[in-house]
């Protein structure tokens, strides 16, 4: 008789939770996680879960000395003279858990909520093949609109960065500090879909989707403020928890003190994202702008994915 193929042998996906300390969501689910391994879904693949920063958690705060999710640049990671909290977590993740560590993994998936009304969804930490073909698996699966973090050279060193193939998936609105349980679950079915692509794509089952919609990074828009950096208006009322809405040249954007409307200056049509963002307010964000783009998806994008599954390969 022939003999039975064998089953195959996937690596275990890395799952994140607390790299911003007072995101309490990717926490606390992983720590429903291990306790019930089976939370995940039949079609995941082997798992493995660490705490992102557990010092910031600890101390319910963002981070402490910097974020950690800009740390995962070259010019951090090899500066001897940087010894900040956060640096040195950087370090040691990718020496324990890096593609190169002492328990290697290939592919990452980071938990983060966000105050802003995101909904769920995916960021990517650019136009990496693997990252794309991954989040447009699972975008043909529910829907999940794709915001792309890029060219912004205030805004690098995402954690995601440090793996071969990584997706943060981002769910809000939340107040920092607490766990939300529709937010949780969103979080959690969120999270059971891209680990079931990643199965299905490690099987060989998966089809590469023809095209994925994609939000891709702009530019960040501030509050306007006075001579001293003051804010003199708040996001306009018609902005309000409105991500993903597109805007137009003239559309309103801030409301001031005193009645006055900021409008929108641009030529073309744009997609806000991460408005009113709390903890973005020290970046001096008020909101993001996107640009809408429709990309397509090559065949062996997911034949990269699928070889960073599979043990062996």
């Known amino acids: 008789m022939p003999n039975a193929p064998c089953p195959l042998q996937l690596r275990p996906v890395l799952i994140i939770g607390g790299t911003h300390g007072n995101e ?24 493995d879960h660490v705490i ?3 010092a910031a958690v600890a101390r319910n705060r963002r981070y402490l000395e910097r974020d950690l999710n800009r740390c995962f640049t070259p ?28 328990e290697p993994h290939q592919l990452v998936i980071d938990l983060h909520t966000t105050t802003a009304s995101m909904g769920a969804c995916l960021v990517l930490g650019g136009r990496r093949p693997t990252d794309l073909a991954l989040a447009a698996c699972a975008q043909e699966q529910c829907g999940l609109p794709i915001y792309i973090y ?8 995402f954690l995601v960065n440090g793996w071969p193939c990584a997706v943060t998936i ?10 939300d349980p529709l937010v949780a679950e969103q979080t959690l079915e969120t999270l059971r879909v891209v680990l079931a692509c990643a199965t299905s794509i490690a099987n060989g089952s998966r089809k590469a989707p023809e ?3 994609v939000h891709g990074h702009i530019t960040g828009l501030d509050l306007p403020k006075d001579a001293q950096g003051n804010p003199i208006a708040s996001i306009h009322p018609e902005r309000a ?19 006055v409307v900021y409008r929108y200056s641009g030529a073309e049509v744009v997609y806000p994202v991460f408005i009113n963002e709390a903890a973005y307010g020290e970046k001096g ?10 990309l397509t998806i090559q065949p062996e994008w997911l034949d990269a994915v699928r070889k960073l599954m599979l043990q062996g390969a």
């Open 150 to 157: 890029e060219s912004d050279p205030c805004e690098t060193g």
């Open 211 to 213: 095209r994925v919609l």
């Open 241 to 259: 928890r409105r991500d993903w809405q597109a805007i137009g040249p003239g559309a309103p954007l801030f409301l001031g003190a005193d009645d």
């Open 285 to 294: 964000i008020a909101m993001n702008l996107a640009r809408r783009e429709t």
């Open 24 to 47: 309490r969501t990717g926490p606390w689910i992983i720590g429903r996680c291990k306790a019930d391994p089976l939370l995940l879904g039949p079609a995941a693949p082997p798992v």
């Open 75 to 102: 010019e951090l990671l090899e500066d001897p003279t940087d010894s900040s909290v956060e640096v040195r977590r950087a370090r040691t993740l990718l020496e324990q858990l890096g593609p190169a560590g002492a």
């Open 170 to 179: 981002e769910v809000g609105p939340v107040a920092q500090g607490i766990v």
């Open 52 to 54: 992102g920063n557990p």
